[in-house]
């Protein structure tokens, strides 16, 4: 079993940034994908990124790419997503996951993931 908790959602003014951490315990940490999903009310969930396990190869959604950045450590067995020039579209509940192994388009796939955070929410007001 992999236990992840997220941290650092909150609300923030269009344009801000937040940092949102994921510290997970379990088993080993570097031998899993981490990705970061975001579900808004109402809506499907959705892939925001994704990092390998070294963090050699990392993965982004369309509608973040430029904006966010997902790195990890390793030794903290913590990953984050940096989001910068935040926007109200940006709102949502925010999730990490963990899966054995995806790489490219497989890692989109939120059905792949076998273990979840609780969520953390982020707001953005204009």
């Known amino acids: 079993q992999v236990q992840l908790l997220e941290s650092g959602g909150g609300l923030v003014q269009a344009g801000g940034s937040l940092r949102l951490s994921c510290v997970t315990s379990?088993?080993?940490?570097?031998?899993?994908?981490m990705g970061w999903f975001r579900q808004a009310p109402g809506k499907e969930r959705d892939f925001v990124a994704a990092i390998s396990w070294t963090g050699a190869s990392t993965y982004y959604g369309d509608s973040v790419k430029g904006r966010f950045t997902i790195s990890r450590d390793n030794a903290k067995n913590t990953v984050y997503l940096q989001m910068n020039s935040l926007t109200p579209d940006d709102t949502a509940v925010y999730y990490c996951a963990a899966d054995n192994y995806c790489s490219g388009s497989l890692c989109y796939d939120f059905s792949r993931y076998d273990y979840w955070g609780q969520g953390t929410s982020v707001t953005v007001s204009l």
């Open positions: 379990g088993r080993t940490f570097s031998n899993y994908v």
